[in-house]
């Protein structure tokens, strides 16, 4: 069917103003300023009237197969599965999943299954090989193995550094650990991006710029995660930006970790743009469905929250309300950005790209429509396709 957007406020994420978005299919056909359908053919017009249209948001971190219990939580802590409303219902049309601590009870197996019935459900999965631990496990053979010859597997992640969870990778492993992604990224016409989980350790980036001091990899090639941790990690990370790295910041957060020298998301947004980092090199992502473990004063276990893809929203509308994130920038943050930074041809509106949309009320930024290559999920807040068991 031929769909009709009339009169809305276009961004791409660069804002272009008032527009009619013609597409049909999963195909976005025309943009322009006034289309008329004269035709006998089956269409539909959306007034866009009082909306704003933007790209499908792009979520780079989600534990959709379900995370482990990192916190000290044993077995019963293992969170449970991403379902497709978690995302859709948020404006998220592409997603992007991981093992993280618990590569053990969580497999890729599991990882690559979901990622494959997600698309059955009609959004777009992709996902990692690798984990938190070396040497990395994978699907296959190798690191090259998955990313040349696995769809839904487009980098490594997500690896950790600085963290006591993690298994303390030296320059060297993690130099031959992004050369092996790039290589078979540049065999496969992927990314080969190597996701990199930031624990709270002191040395915080240093690792990933000693890898490329001393090897022909440069720091684009690794994509650090939850830099927002504390004001000391993202003042790495500024720094890391101008030496022409990319950052993201986790959106899903407890009331705990606020408490405790993390800052939110958007904050940290709007502080890397202060600071004169360039917005192409700045993302947020919802780490949902990972575990968020909560501590009493004396460090101990008291309780346990879930990461929420929903989260991506919120901190999105969060920049623009409250911390003046002008609003192509904050939705460069989770449409566009984190799409170059993987290889996806996804996260952006124009002539032959997938339809991948969002109508959001334009004083609320809440998402009305979604579409996901060309499929209404989303109408009127509710959904209109939903997901196996939900």
């Known amino acids: 069917m031929l769909t009709l957007i009339k009169n809305v406020e276009l961004f791409t994420?660069?804002?272009?103003?008032?527009?009619?978005v013609l597409f049909a299919g999963k195909?976005?056909?025309?943009?322009?300023?006034?289309?008329?359908?004269?035709?006998?053919l089956e269409f539909a017009i959306v007034d866009?009237?009082?909306?704003?249209?933007?790209p499908g948001f792009v979520d780079s971190l989600v534990h959709f197969s379900g995370g482990g219990g990192g916190g000290g939580g044993g077995f019963a802590s293992r969170t449970p599965q991403m379902n497709l409303t978690d995302a859709t219902l948020y404006g998220i049309t592409t997603v992007i999943g991981a093992l993280g601590t618990d590569d053990v009870s969580r497999t890729h197996t599991d990882l690559v299954a979901k990622a494959k019935g997600l698309k059955q459900e009609g959004l777009n999965a992709f996902c990692h090989t690798g984990s938190y631990h070396l040497p990395i496990k994978t699907l296959g053979h190798s690191i090259r193995h998955d990313i040349m010859y696995i769809d839904e597997i487009i980098g490594v992640g997500e690896?950790?550094?600085?963290?006591h969870r993690g298994t303390q990778p030296s320059v060297k492993e993690l130099t031959t650990i992004a050369a092996e992604a790039r290589t078979a990224g540049l065999l496969s016409g992927k990314?080969?991006?190597?996701s990199i989980h930031v624990g709270t350790g002191v040395e915080h980036l240093q690792l990933l710029h000693e890898v490329a001091l001393s090897s022909e990899i440069p720091l684009s090639q690794f994509y650090p995660t939850h830099m927002n941790r504390n004001a000391e990690l993202l003042t790495a990370g500024v720094a890391f930006c101008k030496a022409g790295g990319t950052i993201d910041f986790t959106t899903s957060t407890t009331e705990y970790d606020l408490a405790n020298g993390e800052l939110a998301a958007a904050e940290a947004l709007a502080y890397c743009l202060d600071k004169g980092v360039n917005a192409q090199q700045l993302t947020m992502s919802s780490d949902g469905h990972a575990s968020l473990p909560i501590y009493n004063e004396q460090n101990h276990l008291v309780g346990f929250e879930v990461?929420?893809?929903?989260?991506?929203?919120?901190?999105?509308?969060?920049?623009?309300q409250q911390f003046n994130v002008p609003l192509d920038l904050a939705l460069q943050s989770i449409t566009s950005n984190p799409a170059r930074i993987l290889g996806l041809n996804k996260g952006e509106i124009s002539v032959g790209r997938d339809?991948?949309?969002v109508l959001l009320d334009a004083n609320t930024l809440t998402p009305h429509s979604v579409w996901c290559n060309g499929q209404k999920m989303v109408e009127s807040h509710k959904p209109l396709v939903t997901g196996f068991f939900s």
């Open 13 to 20: 994420p660069k804002k272009l103003g008032k527009r009619d």
């Open 355 to 357: 339809a991948d949309l």
């Open 191 to 194: 990314r080969g991006t190597v």
């Open 159 to 163: 690896v950790a550094i600085a963290d």
């Open 48 to 54: 866009g009237q009082g909306f704003i249209l933007a």
């Open 307 to 320: 990461g929420s893809e929903s989260s991506l929203l919120g901190a999105f509308q969060q920049a623009v």
């Open 27 to 40: 195909t976005i056909l025309a943009i322009e300023e006034d289309i008329e359908i004269n035709s006998n």
